[in-house]
């Protein structure tokens, strides 16, 4: 009896628990936006304003009234959002967390729209007010809402070379744009320097910028910067450079290889405070271990 009595009272408290929570009202919304993109694409008020648009405004409404599960695959379906949690504190606020998308490469297809993508391929929308600066591609095959197997695989290459560049801040610097051929092949466009470069396919873009950067060095060295008109470095193992026909050739010579230098400089001080920025993180992690 004793133990039947001590059940029935935690049952009892347990649902007026229950029931004096789902009648308290929600006292407000405390949202938080994270991810490396730091809330540029999404918007808090646009996404108050989407939540209150199921049911109504969200705030002063009992808690029993408001469908988390909903809530959530709304803010799901939203392009630009990658993962959403909402859930209620003790106090009846509601704490919602949306993590946001981090665009990896701008695409532009041959039928003349433009979207970004993110490192689970998905395709994220253009944002009126803001341009993500990423690696730029040009003349992908297809604009439709569901790819070919070839165009996915072709997506796939586009976001491997696309992560290279981004992680060199050299290429970075001198990547204008990638073309993309009809048959599938890849073609960069430089910043500094008249050569088209041509990639071949999207695999082992680290090689194939390293051997690019072995040439690079190789005409500063020799002052023949505009002597060649083109450069393969899709072949296995070698490089090949078509030159120019004619002798006027070096009218921003002089310009193109102090830019070119200017560049690699940049690239050796960025590679000095990385390191020096990593030394100082291990350096902060052992004395919070002391």
């Known amino acids: 009896m004793f133990w039947l009595l001590v059940t029935v009272c935690v049952c009892t408290l347990l649902v007026a628990g229950i029931k004096s929570k789902n009648t308290r009202l929600c006292s407000k919304i405390d949202l938080r936006i994270i991810g490396p993109a730091d809330g540029l694409f999404l918007d808090k008020k646009e996404i108050l304003r989407l939540m209150n648009s199921i049911n109504g405004p969200i705030e002063h409404t009992p808690l029993q009234h408001i469908n988390l599960n909903s809530l959530e695959d709304i803010l799901r379906k939203q392009p630009w959002i990658s993962k959403a949690e909402l859930y209620f504190t003790n106090q009846g606020v509601l704490d919602v967390e949306v993590v946001e998308r981090e665009p990896i490469a701008r695409i532009f297809t041959i039928g003349g729209s433009s979207f970004y993508i993110d490192s689970q391929l998905v395709r994220l929308p253009l944002h009126p007010n803001y341009v993500a ?8 095959p297809s604009d439709a809402p569901l790819l070919k197997p070839a165009d996915s ?3 796939r290459d586009i976001l491997n070379m696309s992560k290279y560049i981004y992680s060199n801040p050299f290429w970075m610097a001198q990547v204008e744009q990638i073309d993309i051929s009809a048959d599938r092949q890849f073609t960069m466009v430089p910043k500094v320097g008249n050569q088209l470069v041509f990639l071949g396919d999207g695999k082992n873009a680290d090689a194939k910028f390293k051997k690019l950067m072995i040439f690079y060095k190789d005409i500063l060295r020799t002052a023949s ?6 450069i393969h470095v899709g072949y296995k193992g070698q490089i090949v ?3 120019r026909d004619g002798q ?4 921003d010579t002089t310009a193109a290889r102090r830019n ?5 400089k940049k690239q050796q001080l960025q590679a000095m405070k990385d ?3 990593d030394r100082n993180v291990t350096r902060t992690r ?5």
């Open 133 to 140: 600066r990423k690696p730029v591609f040009t003349g992908f």
């Open 153 to 155: 695989a072709l997506l």
């Open 225 to 230: 910067w505009n002597r060649y008109v083109t």
């Open 241 to 243: 450079a078509t030159k």
């Open 248 to 251: 006027a050739v070096y009218s």
């Open 260 to 264: 070119m230098e200017d560049m690699f």
């Open 275 to 277: 390191t020096t920025g």
């Open 286 to 290: 052992i004395n919070e271990q002391l």
